[in-house]
């Protein structure tokens, strides 16, 4: 058990199974507004945090001593999250595909004997990057928007934007092309206005929406949530409603990041 000067914080939106194990190095843990924490989870991990819409599916284990979530990750079940090398970070809408494990480190032979495989530090895996399924990734820098395909052993850092598969991992960007394409303002707003046309004919209230062109010009309301589509920003006020549409969008429609006003 964690603890008594372990501090926990949890959002009252966050969905947390009952059978999540919090293990006894925990120290500082924080889940945010809309996580969800499926059944059988194993967290052992001295300072914790969990950003928004975060979901981390069932049977996964997440141990170290420094890991954190952004907001709006995908973690599929039974993969490992290792923060014993120092610190696991994962940005915002990052996905993770079931069976995938994340270390940064690697150490097991006696170095009295003589061994000399030991790896420790940091893992970074930046915004939209995304390891599909049964992915394995070494302590690298894995930059925003990359992406290793099913099966594929990451050892060496990993290029914005670039394609990655096979063990070991290597460029396949020239065949494939990139994860992301890019778009022009007026196509990411007409798609944006037919995603809440689709939630509306659902028969939800969609009255609480504003869309605007810069995030920045707009204030805090409790009445709507002002959402830039081609800034990716929305300023949140976490109502019922709210947070039933970022439910709807996620995890393969769109993702917002929260501003600060």
């Known amino acids: 058990m964690p603890s008594d000067t372990s501090q926990f914080r949890f959002e009252d939106s966050a969905q947390i199974d009952s059978s999540v194990t919090f293990g006894p190095n925990c120290r500082e843990v924080y889940i945010g507004h809309g996580a969800i924490l499926r059944r059988d989870l194993y967290i052992d991990v001295e300072i914790l945090s969990i950003g928004d819409y975060t979901t981390i599916q069932h049977g996964s284990i997440i141990h170290g001593k420094k890991v954190s979530l952004g907001?709006?990750?995908?973690?599929?079940?039974?993969?490992?999250?290792?923060?014993?090398?120092?610190?696991?970070?994962?940005?915002?809408?990052?996905?993770?595909?079931?069976?995938?494990?994340?270390?940064?480190?690697?150490?097991?032979?006696?170095?009295?004997?003589?061994?000399?495989?030991?790896?420790?530090?940091?893992?970074?895996?930046?915004?939209?990057?995304?390891?599909?399924?049964?992915?394995i990734v070494n302590p690298i820098m894995v930059e925003p928007r990359s992406m290793l395909l099913t099966g594929g052993v990451a050892t060496k850092d990993m290029k914005e934007n670039h394609v990655y598969a096979g063990t070991p991992a290597v460029d396949v960007t020239e065949s494939l092309g990139v994860q992301f394409q890019a778009r022009e303002p007026v196509e990411i707003e007409r798609d944006w206005m037919i995603l809440i046309d689709d939630y509306s004919m659902l028969g939800n209230d969609?009255?609480?929406?504003?869309?605007?062109?810069?995030?920045?010009?707009?204030?805090?309301?409790?009445?709507?949530?002002?959402?830039?589509?081609?800034?990716?920003?929305?300023?949140?006020?976490?109502?019922?409603r709210e947070i039933a549409f970022m439910s709807y969008l996620l995890y393969d429609k769109a993702k917002f990041l929260p501003f600060s006003t």
């Open 206 to 240: 969609i009255s609480f929406i504003r869309t605007v062109k810069k995030i920045a010009e707009e204030t805090y309301s409790k009445e709507f949530t002002s959402f830039s589509p081609v800034e990716r920003l929305y300023i949140p006020n976490y109502s019922l």
């Open 71 to 135: 907001n709006n990750c995908w973690v599929g079940h039974y993969c490992v999250l290792d923060g014993l090398g120092g610190e696991l970070r994962i940005g915002n809408n990052v996905g993770v595909g079931a069976h995938s494990q994340l270390w940064s480190h690697m150490k097991f032979g006696d170095t009295l004997a003589g061994c000399k495989w030991k790896n420790e530090g940091q893992l970074i895996i930046g915004d939209d990057a995304w390891l599909v399924g049964h992915c």
